[in-house]
T-cell receptor, first 112, second 114 residues
Framework: SQKIEQNSEALNIQEGKTATLTCNYTNYSPAYLQWYRQDPGRGPVFLLLIRENEKEKRKERLKVTFDTTLKQSLFHITASQPADSATYLCAPADTNAGKSTFGDGTTLTVKP | KAGVTQTPRYLIKTRGQQVTLSCSPISGHRSVSWYQQTPGQGLQFLFEYFSETQRNKGNFPGRFSGRQFSNSRSEMNVSTLELGDSALYLC?????????????FGPGTRLTVT
């Protein structure tokens, strides 16, 4: 069955450092992979989408990589700030419309 | 552009009752998906509607049902509520619902079953 694993439930880093979050998937080959941010008690917010033919994508302090051979995506936040503290969810998706599977998320805490 | 809205925001029901939740997508979005989020199970896909048709369904019992109206607004119904149905129910709208388009989530409905 399809499985998505995100690295350790919680990640604590110091302000200014780079946070790296991992998303591994097994038993399917997604054509796209999305990353979302979720704050407590609120719905997820879309951050980035990367396609299978793209190795890397950037948006401001965010960078996502997608390695279809390793079946892994890495999500980086550079120059992290306490405001970046949240849970980050990855969601690999294929071209089959409408069914999204989310990982359990990694909770990031950035300490001042 | 207005975001996704969900009503009600909070709901308390008794075991055995039924409940209907409502979701209004972003204007122009034709796909609406529903998710259940609990601390133990994470974000679980319930179903997705596109142009008034259920296009995808997750692994939930038949007590969970939904529909979509011609204006893309969607409702989700849970019958014969169980304690385990207590969760945050999120809806998300998307232009087409494919993996190539981001989903916009509403604030959710917090359902508590006692």
């Amino acid at each position: 069955s399809q499985k998505i694993e995100q690295n350790s439930e919680a990640l604590n880093i110091q302000e200014g450092k780079t946070a790296t979050l991992t998303c591994n998937y097994t038993n399917y080959s997604p054509a796209y992979l999305q990353w979302y941010r979720q704050d407590p008690g609120r719905g997820p917010v879309f951050l980035l989408l990367i396609r299978e033919n793209e190795k890397e994508k950037r948006k401001e302090r965010l960078k996502v990589t997608f390695d279809t051979t390793l079946k892994q995506s890495l999500f980086h936040i550079t120059a992290s700030q306490p405001a970046d503290s949240a849970t980050y969810l990855c969601a690999p998706a294929d071209t089959n419309a409408g069914k999204s599977t989310f990982g359990d998320g990694t909770t990031l805490t950035v300490k001042p | 552009k207005a975001g996704v809205t969900q009503t009600p925001r909070y709901l308390i029901k008794t075991r055995g009752q039924q409940v209907t939740l409502s979701c209004s997508p972003i204007s122009g979005h034709r796909s609406v998906s529903w998710y259940q989020q609990t601390p133990g199970q994470g974000l679980q896909f319930l179903f997705e509607y596109f142009s008034e048709t259920q296009r995808n369904k997750g692994n939930f019992p038949g007590r969970f049902s939904g529909r979509q109206f011609s204006n893309s607004r969607s409702e989700m119904n849970v019958s014969t509520l169980e304690l385990g149905d207590s969760a945050l129910y999120l809806c998300a709208s998307s232009w087409t619902g494919t993996g190539n388009y981001e989903q916009y989530f509403g604030p959710g409905t917090r359902l508590t079953v006692t």
